[in-house]
Nanobody, 124 residues
Framework: EVQLQASGGGEVQAGGSLRLSCEAS????????LGWFRQAPGKEREGVSC????????LYADSVKGRFTIFKDNAENTVHLQMNNLKPEDTATYYC?????????????????WGQGTQVTVSS
């Protein structure tokens, strides 16, 4: 059974950093596309970053390029999202997702497997 467990959210001031983690079970990371998404109150869920678990290719939303980094630890079967220089507009509930896709996508609709959300709050 595919399961994803997200953690690492919290409250930080603008300019601070957080690292989100998503522990996977029931599958190997190198066989799936892995994604991080976020949803702010009143807004639709949006893609933040994704990674092809097989070849490591990554994709980032323009709003986070240069600030966020997605990476995985195969030994721990965990995918991380390092978030630096956080801004108040990054405040949202963050979700990890995974699926057997042909390539990395920042649209949430193709992903069937989701972790629970973890809240990130950035104060100004």
């Amino acid at each position: 059974e595919v399961q994803l467990q997200a953690s690492g959210g919290g409250e930080v001031q603008a300019g601070g950093s957080l690292r989100l983690s998503c522990e996977a079970s029931g599958f190997a990371l190198d066989s799936f596309i892995l994604g991080w998404f976020r949803q702010a109150p009143g807004k639709e869920r949006e893609g933040v970053s994704c990674m092809d678990g097989y070849d490591g290719k990554t994709l980032y939303a323009d709003s986070v390029k240069g600030r966020f980094t997605i990476f995985k630890d195969n030994a721990e079967n965990t995918v991380h999202l390092q978030m630096n220089n956080l801004k108040p507009e990054d405040t949202a509930t963050y979700y990890c997702a995974a699926d057997r896709l042909l390539f990395c996508l920042l649209s949430p609709s193709p992903y069937d497997y989701w972790g629970q959300g973890t809240q990130v709050t950035v104060s100004s």
